[in-house]
């Protein structure tokens, strides 16, 4: 759906609510910046190697191209707008602002919006949302100036917000072994070596990882690898074999079941798709 929704237009949000115990089904890596905001509930959101514990009230800042996923953090149900954007988009408030300031919006991650000052957000949701539901020659337009309002407003509010609280001690534990893991991609990466280096049993540092960050061991170290292989598809000349061998497969028919398993194309189709 949102691969969809990035080659239809260039903003887009969605308003959504959840039963209980709901958790994304697949990887999540993509080309486009997304705000996610929790309008209730609670939930547990791991984003490129970092776990954030998200309650009514927050935004998570997802740069593109870093992997996250969402699961339950309750047994309650939630309710979360997701506002996605591609970075052309925003170009006119890019020549306002700068690049860099937009971009460092993004290395504070997690972000409590003061509670006198949600109504002002959910109220620009709901007018982006509104000319996205009912679109005339004007809603681009529109979108485009709400969204980028949006931006400023995180800004804003990131200049006076609180230091964050930092997560329980076994969380790091496993944000240290997805950081080892984003870092020696390439090596034989096993569960029997990371529960070793987490000083943890193997079955208790797969349980462990997967209440953490949402992702199974091998799925979340699948994820690292084929993220990386898209870049170096667009980025270099070099053989799929070469790129497999790179990122860690030593079986180029594995690595293209692993690939379109996350791309939903093979590796050739997606280069010659994004290079066109």
């Known amino acids: 759906m949102a691969l969809q929704v990035e080659k239809q237009r260039q903003i887009n949000l969605s308003r959504v609510r959840r039963e209980a115990y709901f958790e994304m089904k697949t990887e999540h890596f993509h080309s486009f910046y997304e705000f996610y905001y929790l309008l209730n509930g609670k939930r547990k959101v791991f984003v490129n190697n970092r776990v954030y514990h998200v309650k009514e ?3 998570v800042l997802i740069p593109k191209g870093e992997i996250h996923r969402t699961t339950f953090d309750s047994k309650d149900g939630h309710e979360r707008i997701a506002l996605c954007f591609a970075h052309e988009s925003i170009h006119h408030l890019l020549e306002d602002i700068g690049n860099d300031t937009f971009i460092k919006c993004f290395e504070h991650k997690h972000l409590t919006i003061p509670p006198n000052r949600r109504g002002y957000l959910e109220s620009l949701f709901d007018r982006l949302l509104h000319e996205q539901e009912n679109e005339d020659e004007l809603s681009q337009a529109l979108c485009t100036r709400y ?85 170096l598809l667009l980025s270099t000349d070099k053989s799929i074999t070469q790129i497999a061998s790179d990122c860690g497969y030593m079986d180029s028919n594995y690595f293209g079941d692993a690939f379109h398993k996350i791309k939903h194309v093979s590796p050739s189709q997606y280069r010659k798709t994004n290079l066109l």
């Open 57 to 59: 009230g927050d935004m």
């Open 147 to 231: 969204c980028e309002e949006i931006i400023l407003f995180i800004i804003r509010c990131q200049n006076y917000a609180q230091p964050e609280i930092p997560e329980a001690l076994e969380d790091k534990d496993i944000e240290a072994a997805a950081v080892y893991i984003s870092h020696h991609y390439r090596e034989n990466i096993t569960l029997n070596k990371m529960a070793r280096l987490s000083c943890m049993s193997d079955s208790y540092f797969s349980r462990r990882f997967k209440t953490v960050t949402g992702f199974g061991f091998k799925e979340y170290l699948n994820a690292v690898r084929i993220r990386h292989a898209c870049d």
